[in-house]
T-cell receptor, first 109, second 116 residues
Framework: GQNIDQPTEMTATEGAIVQINCTYQTSGFNGLFWYQQHAGEAPTFLSYNVLDGLEEKGRFSSFLSRSKGYSYLLLKELQMKDSASYLCAVRDRNTPLVFGKGTRLSVIA | DGGITQSPKYLFRKEGQNVTLSCEQNLNHDAMYWYRQDPGQGLRLIYYSQIVNDFQKGDIAEGYSVSREKKESFPLTVTSAQKNPTAFYLC???????????????FGPGTRLLVL
């Protein structure tokens, strides 16, 4: 099965840039997802990576290196509303998604 | 509006009681999923279904049961055999075209289950 590691908590300042890392181990990598989850709410889809490189969507970007088993989510121009948990989820060959424990990001003024 | 609905938002269970959580989607998705989330934990898969009248156990299926009689509906029953049911339960759905395809899961608002 997969082993997915993310930092438990991070704090960053409004207007700054923050990078949330995710490392994983799989026997047959088949895609990586990032979700945002505000407290008490459902996760919402942010990004998907299956090939190496950077995917950019507005203020959010996600990077993948399959050879290193590594991804990061980059958030630019941080806003207070970005305070949330960020979940990394990995699909191994022929199995459902497995989620990491999530990184709780606090944005401070 | 297309989406996923879960009801109720809060549910209270007495000891020894079975309770059923509702999940309905009108996205025409083939696959549906049930997850459990505990404080400080990620999402753990309980059951999933890729097609009507078929479903598979996830990582923590003990003490739970499901049915998939209609494409739109995937109810979860928390039985009295589940000794620690207090958690946030999330239902999700996705298209399904095989394991090699990207199937983004979209989540319902969740049901918080509390044991009295």
């Amino acid at each position: 099965g997969q082993n997915i590691d993310q930092p438990t908590e991070m704090t960053a300042t409004e207007g700054a840039i923050v990078q949330i890392n995710c490392t994983y181990q799989t026997s047959g990598f088949n895609g990586l997802f990032w979700y945002q989850q505000h407290a008490g709410e459902a996760p919402t889809f942010l990004s998907y990576n299956v090939l190496d490189g950077l995917e950019e969507k507005g203020r959010f970007s996600s990077f993948l290196s399959r050879s290193k088993g590594y991804s990061y989510l980059l958030l630019k121009e941080l806003q207070m509303k970005d305070s949330a948990s960020y979940l990394c989820a990995v699909r191994d060959r022929n199995t459902p998604l497995v989620f990491g424990k999530g990184t709780r990001l606090s944005v401070i003024a | 509006d297309g989406g996923i609905t879960q009801s109720p938002k809060y549910l209270f269970r007495k000891e020894g009681q079975n309770v059923t959580l509702s999940c309905e989607q009108n996205l025409n998705h083939d696959a549906m999923y049930w997850y459990r989330q505990d404080p400080g934990q990620g999402l753990r898969l309980i059951y999933y279904s890729q097609i009507v009248n078929d479903f598979q156990k996830g990582d923590i299926a003990e003490g739970y049961s499901v049915s998939r009689e209609k494409k739109e509906s995937f109810p979860l029953t928390v039985t009295s055999a589940q000794k620690n049911p207090t958690a946030f339960y999330l239902c999700a759905s996705s298209t399904w075209a095989g394991w090699t395809q990207q199937e983004t899961q979209y989540f319902g608002p969740g049901t918080r289950l509390l044991v009295l």
